[in-house]
């Protein structure tokens, strides 16, 4: 595991970050041209920051996609970098072909500790640490199941980490002699996730909670003599989706004590200062469908605070400036902004953002007032950048693709409309590459999916979204931020409830009518892809509104809302946040809902695209969507890619759907543009 000394000169470090980074680094400098599939499938992305106690040093992770010449399938890998907040040649300390993740600083700072699995030494993912000085890896936890998360007490002796329960010795018994079949609430899905605690130094590992509950995530008070734990008594994805409860136990363990009565979604927690009080962000009610609100009480329980009522954006990140400030990062539209509030109520106030810059985390040195985060903006994926709560702006540090300044991008912004209920409705668009007045365009629609997700104006071209490269292609695309999407409060997460391809969808129609009158695309000319809830609206706008589109795409989409619920792994969260309501409450309404209601002659060619390893979104879905395109005598095409889960993660995978993508719109949606008279 290379590993280099935060004190070497500069001139080693750059010879090292010579020898680490992609070739892209060495190339000389080209003309510019535009983003082609095959160099967003070599994007590096910063996915983690941890800054260091005393604000000098920034940690960080960068997911690396495999290079060309790995012939071997797999999904990107994770290396961990260390920068200075200053600026400078940021160091790898792993590299590939060992992966690491969760960087953390001992609260002295002298460690820089971080998660990898190590196949010499042992099987299982375990806490690492290297002296922030130089060093070798010292291997930190030695838990048999590997661990999931971690945090150093405040002492900085012990480390706290979740880990899975062990098998059972009978399951694995039966196994080995063919006895492999699968008793859905038995055997592997029955393994709880628990909190152990184990010195730095080694020995006395001990388990703080029992093996009858699985903690989702805990939080070291500040006198590091009680945890703050989310737990379920399930051990399913949709009980850590619906079901967690906020509770406290002591470190030297004992019985567990529910904090404050919650109901709904939980999101991230954290401790004040002086540990009087626990904010975390979570949902107003059962079926709010994000944990965006943020919520503070006492140490010793009690009813909590919601200190965010009404506010328009959606927190997705919470700390503390003080003992009686509380710090929280907010999804506000397409932008992002760090507001802060009075932990005992009161206005918010920003304390940046809203700017180019998009972000979601950030990490605080110990006197809380420098601060990193992984941000990007339309020019570039995730880079780290620092800031300060005394300046409104935020300062970029590093750059892991250089060469996308040889990268001519189309202009990019966030546009209103108004929808036909007098709503303000925001998305982002993507303005055709090299754009020429009087000229109407081609649309190619990419909803995000959710449907509480959120279509930011930052760096927009990932292998299912590629709006850079439709758009050099000679395409306007535009992502709505429709009614049920995040970043505009719980009422409007919460607007298209029991309602599901109805006004939400109104929402879009509305945008690309406004898009027409403002005389940029051609409204007979348009497509529609899109991932997950996503994929849901591609095959609703083919299927039920034909005479509006000219071809679509969905990928990992629901066809038929009534099978979904017994095929997916989240039968709650999706009726209890999405619909607002269980299938068989309104099976006609579920039913007429469903793009397979509606699939005709008249629907337009529709590309089905799946993942085989798809636990979300069953792939059962699009084969029932394509086998009732095809007895319909609809032009259709459906692509399974092996291994793949919800989304794509393999370079070849998403390179040949990006192409695909490509083709299918240039084949159906794109004639030769017109010059309006």
């Known amino acids: 595991m290379p590993l280099h000394d935060v004190r070497r000169p500069r001139a080693r470090a750059v010879l090292a970050l010579v020898l680490a980074l992609p070739l892209a680094f060495c190339l000389p400098a080209v003309a510019a041209s535009q983003i082609t599939p095959e160099q967003v499938t070599r994007l590096d992305a910063v996915t983690g920051v941890a800054m260091s106690p005393d604000g000098r040093w920034v940690a960080y992770t960068v997911s690396h996609p495999r290079p060309l010449e790995d012939t071997t399938t797999g999904r990107p890998q994770s ?16 590299q590939r072909p060992q992966t690491a993740g969760r960087p953390d600083w001992s609260p002295d700072g002298s460690t820089l500790a971080f998660l990898t699995r190590l196949a010499d030494q042992h099987q299982q993912a375990q806490v690492y640490g290297v002296p922030a000085a130089g060093g070798t890896p010292r291997r930190l936890t030695d838990s048999p199941t590997g661990v ?37 609430g038995e055997d592997q899905p029955r393994r709880h996730i628990r909190l152990w605690v184990e010195n730095v130094g080694g020995g006395d590992r001990r388990a703080v909670t029992p093996d009858t509950l699985s903690v ?33 136990v002591p470190v030297a363990g004992g019985a567990l004590s529910t904090l404050a ?48 009522p009404g506010f328009e954006g959606s927190a997705v990140w919470v700390g503390w400036q003080d003992p009686q400030t509380v710090l929280f990062v907010a999804a506000e539209g397409t932008k992002t902004a760090l507001n802060r509030v009075r932990a005992a109520g009161g206005a918010i106030e920003r304390v940046l953002g809203r700017g180019a810059e998009i972000f979601q985390s950030a990490s605080f040195d110990r006197a809380r007032a420098t601060f990193a985060v992984p941000a990007n903006a339309a020019q570039h994926p995730s880079e780290v950048y620092v800031g300060t709560l005394r300046q409104p ?11 996308l300044q040889n990268v ?12 036909r209920h007098g709503d303000r409705i925001e998305g982002v668009l993507t303005r055709p590459f090299e754009e020429r007045t009087g000229t109407r365009y081609p649309l190619l629609v990419l909803p995000h999916g959710g449907p509480e997700g959120i279509s930011f104006d930052g760096w927009t071209t990932r ?30 997460a919460q607007a298209d409830h029991r309602d599901l391809g109805g006004g939400e969808f109104e929402d879009v129609i509305d945008g690309i009518d406004h898009l027409a009158a403002e005389g940029l695309i051609d409204p007979s000319r348009v497509g529609i892809g899109g991932t997950s809830y996503g994929g849901y609206f591609s095959a609703w706008a083919t299927a039920r509104h034909p005479e509006r589109f000219r071809a679509g795409i969905t990928f990992a989409g629901i066809a038929n809302w009534i099978s979904f619920t017994g095929q997916t792994d989240i039968p709650h969260e999706m009726s209890l946040v999405h619909w607002d309501l269980y299938w068989w409450e309104s099976p006609g309404l579920t039913w007429d809902r469903s793009p397979l209601a509606w699939v005709n002659e008249r629907t337009p060619p529709t590309m089905v695209v799946h993942g085989l390893a798809d636990e979300r979104v069953h792939p059962a879905q699009s084969l029932e969507l394509y086998q009732t395109l095809r007895l319909r005598g609809v032009p259709a095409q459906m692509i ?18 990006m192409e695909r993508m490509a083709g299918w719109f240039d084949r159906y949606v794109k004639p030769e543009a017109r010059v309006v008279p």
Do not use: C
């Open 79 to 94: 290396g961990l970098w260390i920068v200075a907040a200053a600026g400078g040649d940021p160091r790898p300390i792993v």
């Open 148 to 184: 999931m998360a971690f945090a150093f007490s405040p002492d900085g002796r012990r480390i706290a980490y979740t880990s899975m329960s062990p098998e059972d010795p009978q399951v694995v018994a039966r196994r080995a002699r063919g006895y492999d079949m699968q008793v859905f």
């Open 216 to 248: 989702r995530d805990f939080a070291w008070s500040p006198d590091g003599a009680t945890f703050a734990l989310q737990v379920t008594r399930e051990t399913d994805i949709d009980a850590d989706y619906m079901f967690r409860r906020l509770m406290t």
């Open 261 to 308: 009565s919650t109901e709904g979604k939980l999101g991230p927690m954290a401790w004040s200062p002086d540990g009087q009080r626990l904010a975390w962000l979570g949902a107003v009610a059962l079926n709010d469908p994000l944990a965006q609100s943020v919520f503070v009480v006492g140490r010793g329980g009690g009813t909590p605070v919601n200190l965010t």
């Open 393 to 403: 702006a935020l300062r970029r540090v590093t750059r892991h693709n250089p060469f």
């Open 408 to 419: 001519r991008l189309a202009r990019q912004e966030t546009i209103t409309w108004t929808n």
């Open 463 to 492: 292998a299912l979204y590629p709006a850079q490269v439709l758009a050099a292609r000679g395409y306007a695309v535009l992502e709505p931020n429709y009614r049920g999407s995040g970043g505009r409060g719980v009422a409007f």
């Open 640 to 657: 399974l890619y092996p291994r793949e889960p919800h989304g794509l993660l393999e370079r070849a995978h998403q390179l040949d759907f």
